[in-house]
């Protein structure tokens, strides 16, 4: 499959080393495609490539959002077009940060990131997922003790099973859909719980797990 980054972040690499591993076409939008650190891409030329945010967006037959929330508003505007019709997994989290460098979300409660892109990308079907998990175990997730869980939701449910088998595909076993977009609000907030757990317990490798008795 085509598949669009939004973004050139530790995210939209790693996304983007771990699907073309999977054998899936890439292109990560980026506004500088002379970056140093996309330099390894030229090793994949094959089946990952470079491009600007809009060119991303067209070549992708889905795409990944996965730009610093500040900027998320004008490249959604860029790339809109492009992107309808197709799905769109929304990987941000709408942090702002403190004068102590401590992140906070920027709304939340009544509203939330993933219903703003939905509300934005109003002709796409937005799935949001991957934001409760660091980069580095986003594709082929690995842990010791259980298997973590990933939430996902969005308005669409053709789209929802499609992202649920693209996640199967990266490793996750344990993926469920929370409902629609709304449920957003509860994702978002769980990430500064996740980052809490991080600073309190020295570990940026945790994830979540759900048990059942
Ligand atoms: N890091 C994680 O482990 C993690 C985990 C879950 C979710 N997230 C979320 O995923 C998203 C990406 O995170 P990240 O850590 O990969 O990197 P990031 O630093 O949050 O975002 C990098 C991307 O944002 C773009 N960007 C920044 N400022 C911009 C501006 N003024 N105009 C246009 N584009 C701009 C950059 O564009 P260029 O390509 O042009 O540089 C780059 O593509 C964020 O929303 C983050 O909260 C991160």
Not at 16 to 42: C, F
């Amino acid at each position: 499959m085509k598949i669009a980054i939004i973004g050139s972040g530790d995210v939209g690499q790693a996304l983007a080393k771990g699907l073309v591993n999977l054998n899936h076409k890439v292109m990560i939008g980026t506004r500088d495609t002379s970056k140093k650190d996309l330099k390894w891409v030229k090793k994949h030329k094959s089946k990952l490539q470079l491009g600007s945010f809009a060119e991303a967006a067209d070549f992708g037959e889905i795409a990944i959002l996965a730009v610093a929330w500040h900027a998320a508003e004008n490249v959604l505007a860029i790339i809109r077009p492009e992107l309808s019709g197709k799905i769109v997994v929304d990987v941000t989290n709408p942090l702002t940060y403190d004068e102590n460098g401590t992140p906070e979300l920027v709304f939340g409660h009544d509203i939330s990131a993933g219903e703003l892109v939905q509300q934005t990308l109003a002709d796409s079907h937005v799935v949001k997922t991957l934001n409760t998990i660091n980069y580095k175990n986003m594709v082929k997730p690995k842990y010791k003790d259980g298997s973590p869980v990933m939430f996902m939701c969005g308005n669409n449910q053709s789209a929802k099973n499609h992202i649920s088998d693209m996640l199967s595909e990266m490793g996750w076993s344990n993926i469920q859909d929370i409902g629609g977009i709304e449920k957003s609000r509860l994702l978002e907030p769980l990430c500064l719980l996740w980052i809490e757990y991080g600073v309190l317990n020295k570990t940026w490798d945790h994830s979540f797990s759900v048990l059942e008795k």
